[in-house]
């Protein structure tokens, strides 16, 4: 059966390095998210990606974060200068219709 | 207020017993999604909603558009059930964005 997958599992950083967040949608799904959760609280939405552009994006996506899908497969969450409050997990999901499907998270650790 | 509530926030059973969540939400909204996270910390999809009810299984999900209710039930539940389930909604005026509530955390016991 076709799943999201995303990589790396876990990623450590110092704070105000970047890093790269990696996933594969389900290859003929249309609409991309990511979506994070800090430990202990509940699952936020970050942005939303359709046609290669933002289609929606919350007021915790700001100027330190950026979307892409480089190639047509990969999806790739970007966070330009790290704080110690972006250590979370972090999820894409994606879908072609009304249910999404989430990928297994990227645990980010940022020191 | 949140607009996705949940209850119980914690639910301890035993083994065999029934199950019941339920949530709340104060929006208009297109679709309901019940999802199911383990310690891991990944994230299931159980079941997606507009109407009515479904069933997979042990885990029924119904839902009432009128009443901004759904619930998630868990015939003869078992231990590998213990995990956190969420509800978490598509509102009609958000574009495709789920909201999502803070979770129930289930531990069955043997």
């Known amino acids: 059966e076709p799943e999201v997958t995303q990589t790396p599992s876990h990623q450590v950083t110092q704070m105000g390095q970047e890093v790269i967040l990696r996933c594969v949608p389900i290859?003929?799904?249309?609409?991309f998210y990511w979506y994070r959760q800090i430990l202990g609280q509940k699952v936020e939405f970050l942005v939303s990606?359709?046609?290669?552009?933002?289609?929606?994006k919350s007021e915790i996506f700001d100027d330190q974060f950026s979307v892409e899908r480089p190639d047509g497969s990969n999806f790739t969450l970007k966070i330009r200068s790290t704080k110690l409050e972006d250590s979370a997990m972090y999820f894409c999901?994606?879908?072609?219709?009304?249910?999404?499907?989430f990928g297994p998270g990227t645990r980010l650790t940022v020191l | 207020k949140n607009e996705v509530e949940q209850s119980p926030q914690n639910l301890t059973a035993q083994e065999g017993e029934f199950i019941t969540i339920n949530c709340s939400y104060s929006?208009?909204?297109?679709?309901l999604h019940w999802l199911q996270q383990h310690p891991g910390g990944g994230i299931v999809s159980l079941f997606m909603?507009?109407?009515g009810k479904k069933k997979h299984g042990r885990l029924i999900a119904t839902i009432n558009i009128q009443e901004k209710h759904s619930s998630l039930h868990i015939t003869a539940s078992h231990p590998r059930d213990s995990a956190v389930y969420i509800c978490?909604?598509?509102?009609?005026?958000?574009?495709?964005?789920?909201?999502f509530g803070e979770g129930t955390q289930l531990t069955v016991n043997p």
């Open positions: 990606f359709y046609n290669n552009e933002i289609s929606e």
């Open positions: 929006v208009g909204i297109s679709a």
């Open positions: 978490a909604v598509k509102a009609e005026t958000s574009g495709s964005r789920l909201t």
């Open positions: 909603l507009s109407s």
């Open positions: 290859s003929n799904h249309l609409y």
């Open positions: 999901a994606s879908n072609i219709r009304l249910e999404q499907f």
